[in-house]
C-alpha cells in the first residue's frame, strides 16, 4: 500500500491545522484498506486515526482534519 500522499497529508495537518496538539507524537495516523463503510475513525483509546486508501488530494485532507478535530475535541457528532 502506497503510504506516501497519506503520510506527508497527516503531517500538514498536524503542522498547519493542530500545531499545539500531540506534540509528543502520541497519536500515530494510519491507512486502512477497509473500516466498514466509514471513510475515516479517531480511536482514544488507542490514539488512532485512520483513514480509508483510495482518498487524495483535498478530499484526504479534509477526512484527516476531522477526525484530528474529533481526537483535540472529544466531542461525537451531533448534540450530546
Known sequence: MENRGFDSSS??????????????RRW???QVEDLNGAMGR???TTKT???ISGISGNR???L????T???VTEDG???R
Open 69 to 71: 478535530a474529533h481526537a
Open 28 to 30: 500515530r495516523f494510519l
Open 11 to 24: 503531517e500538514q495537518v498536524r503542522k498547519l491545522f493542530f500545531p499545539r496538539w500531540d506534540r509528543a
Open 64 to 67: 484527516l482534519i476531522h477526525e
Open 60 to 62: 484526504l485532507m479534509s
Open 49 to 51: 486515526i485512520m483513514g
Open 42 to 44: 479517531c480511536i482514544r
Open 77 to 79: 457528532h451531533g448534540k
